[in-house]
């Protein structure tokens, strides 16, 4: 890893290079980059602690002088109960997953003696900006050299010490390897997002780990693809057939369990017909964990009897708005399709739920609702790339294109064709006189 | 199909809108659409012709003005033998294509009762920008139906008069099925590309269809991500046990089959040690059919005494340029290595070649070269859809992300991930007192 105090062009430009025999190393030779990361980190402990601790001494001066959030510090602390062991269990974790390099997803013979096959690679070089948690830095270095990726880090300013600290410890390991050193770049400089966004000609993907504002800007100012999402504005559809009790522990779960969260739920819209049978016991349940309702009149209506509840008159805002916090917008809808046109039109198309006992308008609503997951009965708090048995997980994406969803190392690939042949020309091929027909066949993928 | 004069963000929108429906129909419903708009093209052929006919009277006009080129009226003419009759067959090609949508690409038991299913999905609203070819069209029509994309298409201004009687045949065969109309939008007011550019929150994929600078201004004017390639400059390395026969054959085929393709030869990289005995058999075929060679001092050297060849001293930007003509720039290098760091830094990583006796030398290059055809042993001009063997082809693409090289109806394709449960809550599961494990049991595909 190189601690750059370089211009971003030229990390970039040194990555882009490195990037180009990282792709080319056997898995073995990439995993055991982890193992000596993992190993150089076990060692340098006491440095890297060290330096955690003037990290945190700047940012409590920080706080005092009500520069910095206290829960921003608390992000900050290594020493916190399993952090750094997490950390580097995480390094293994990733190294022991099945290599993503290499895989053959297509082969076509075009004519005897020659054979055309995809094979998965790396995409080339990833920029990944995040925020001060300081143990994402292994974490990054691990997935990018798991995949055969180069990448150029940014990190948030506050841990930059401790930023520092790890990245020596990984670059004294990885010296002893055959991953260059230049496959991970730390740029420390400040202000230099802007003109790392500029550089498309060597970056080949951007994965801003933040806040929402922190993606909304990134996408708003490059032309390097993004892999993110900016909102998770999310919403269950709560059909008159529900089970009752069903419906109150999925909604709570989907509310509570952790609203920070994007795969937290946001909307619930309730079938009209459902609105005196299913909505009070959800409500009562919502409002015995704490949860204020943004109702509109219809519901609203619906609960006047209900006992304990925190009920606010929705604006139209709320029913398209992250709240993060134990707050829930209800809106009542008249049918399957109305609640799918809310959903389309209001969602940030990441997670979003159907309650039914009917297979036909739960495969309906799967069908027809355009985002990344589209849940059964079940709640929208499963949305992840670890619970989904991905191994590890490098964002979720609301992306359209290349990856949606959460995302893990098979997101972080492209393909390549490659064609062997025995000086076949195109000449020879095709319609009309004299010409051969490509044959096409099949080949199976072993 | 919809006639718009509407303005551009009416037109997305109602794109964007159709696009839900038509994610929802059944392979037979779009296949039926594709049936009735071939019907309907038949039905329609004299009027389509006749408005064709004013098209290449104005196109006549204009360049009797020196206002137009000669080829591009050529372009326009639907009566050019075979190509009315090759965009009907075209049509019935593409509804004959496997269904893309639908696909299941990974099931997972995370526990019982609860199953996790990655399905291939439409990706939502293609923006299409293309030139004056009139038959392009129904192609595009055709291809956003069967893959369940609703399009929004902008072709060049000389075939104003066709695409209207094209779309309008379209429009009413499509009235008779259940894709909604609004799902192929044409615009044909001026100048809007610069707002069709800014509808991102409705178009999800944008691909030109043109020349150079069409994709070129696209791809820096949008946030909306760009499928298609700007430039086609591929290379070959000539390796020094490399059959002279067959290197001979495979440059020339690369080189002079299409000239004008993005997937032909323009810059020939020469090992030293094979500077005299290869180069000047290949130099004298390739002279035989007219190229010229921009050759570097070493290897104009090793041509001197072969008779009948255009050489010209080759420029630096000789050997990064898109020539699309008989013109091939010649360079010599000392090693693989050398030539594989010239592919990297200067080829459009669309297609590029090795010919070599040595099967590990070639692993080598197809393992190091970073574009999306690594070719051993065969002509560059393989690069294409058709030849692949994907039935019909969107485009070339030369990005790093979701598609890359020739693409075909699955490059139109995204995925959901539905999960089917049966109440099941995140709180239940994870590490810790009283939590259950997730399975994460592999199940087959169907």
Redesign the interface.
Known sequence: MSLTNASPADAAKAAKSA??VL??LSADARNDALTAIHDGLVAARDDIFAANARDLELAAEAVAAGKLSQSLVARLDLAKKGKWDDMLKGILDVRDLEDPVGRVTLR?R?DNG?D?ERVSCP??VLLIIFEARPEVIANIAALAIKSGNAAILKGGKESTESFVAISRAISAALDKTQVPNGAIQLVTTRDVIPELLALDQYI??AIPRGSSDLVRYI??NT?I?VLGHADGICFTYLEQSA?PA?AA??I???KT?YPAACNSLEGLLVQDAALSTLLPPVAAALAAKGVELRCDPQSKAALKDVPGLNIVDATEADFSTEFLNLTLAVKTVSSLADA??HI?ANSSHHTDCILTSSKEL?E?F???V??????????T???DGT???FGTEVGIST????S???VGLEGLM??????????????T?GEGAGRKP?L?QKLPLE
Chains 1, 2 share one sequence.
Not at 399 to 402: A, G, M, Q, S
């Open positions: 990037s180009h792709a080319t076509t075009l020659l055309l995409i080339g080949d993907l996408k708003n032309r693809p089970d069903m522990e999925v709570v779960d989907s369990n799918v046109a389309n739960a309906q799967m069908s027809a355009d985002s990344s997951g589209v849940y059964w009965n079940a709640s708090r499963f949305a619970r989904y048995g992306n359209k294109i290349h949606r969803g959460p492209i393909y390549k064709y490659k064609l062997r042949g025995h000086g076949q020309v195109s000449a091929y490509y096409h």
